[in-house]
């Protein structure tokens, strides 16, 4: 039971270029969700699925992009990454409950110069 | 909508001595509060969690915090720390929409 997983750990990207955040959860949880972390900020919502072919935006969807064709997998996509894009990013997923803990991924830190 | 405030952004302290961190939130409906570490170079993972019943929660590794409504807050305390609690923590809250607000966490470091 590997719980969240995430690739890469690192990545550095120019600007204009895009990439794809993995995310891979084994505990068949139905909800999952994407976070950036940036220094004092906290952390801010992305996106986030309740379940496959289902997600919704969260707090701070601009530049971004999901999709859900499975349980387990919650892929991110960058399409033009900008500097701004600059952060820590983690994945979590949860069962149905509302009041259920969100199990959280190691993160990747990405930077864009 | 919910909102955290944590309000104090860094905590020093020394070994065995006791900690408390203070998080306040707002909200018009019920609220579910947690409280989440974060070691250095890893993922958060859950200390403690209040959903309803008794105001007092206990957690992992001797953390406890209380539930205050008439204050809207959600502190948290441990009375004695270790070096290996050094870490940042995060105060969140949640409605029934499932989705946690984060406060800007608070960096204790434990000092020998």
């Known amino acids: 039971n590997a719980g969240v997983t995430q690739t890469p750990k690192f990545r550095i990207l120019k600007i204009g270029q895009s990439m794809t955040l993995q995310c891979t959860q084994d505990m068949n949880h139905n909800y999952m969700y994407w976070y950036r972390q940036d220094p004092g900020m906290g952390l801010k919502l992305i996106y986030y699925s309740v379940g496959a072919g289902i997600t919704d935006k969260g707090e701070v969807p601009n530049g971004y992009n999901v999709s859900r064709s499975t349980t387990e997998d919650f892929p991110l996509r960058l399409e033009l990454a900008a500097p701004s894009q600059t952060s820590v990013y983690f994945c979590?997923?949860?069962?149905?409950?509302?009041?259920?803990?969100?199990?959280f991924g190691p993160g990747t830190r990405l930077t864009v110069l | 909508a919910q909102s955290v405030t944590q309000l104090d952004s860094q905590v020093p302290v020394f070994e065995e001595a006791p900690v408390e961190l203070r998080c306040n939130y707002s909200s018009s409906v019920s609220v579910y509060l947690f409280w989440y570490v974060q070691y250095p170079n890893q993922g958060l993972q859950l200390l403690l969690k209040?959903?309803?019943?008794?105001?007092l929660v206990k957690g992992i590794n001797g953390f406890e915090a209380e539930f205050n409504k008439s204050q809207t807050s959600f502190h948290l305390r441990k009375p004695s720390v270790h070096i290996s609690d050094t870490a940042e923590y995060f105060c969140?809250?949640?409605?029934?929409?499932?989705?946690?607000?984060f406060g800007a966490g608070t960096t204790v470091t434990v000092r020998a």
């Open positions: 209040y959903l309803s019943g008794s105001t």
């Open positions: 979590a997923s949860s069962s149905s409950e509302s009041t259920d803990t969100q199990y």
């Open positions: 969140a809250v949640s409605g029934l929409d499932y989705k946690l607000s």
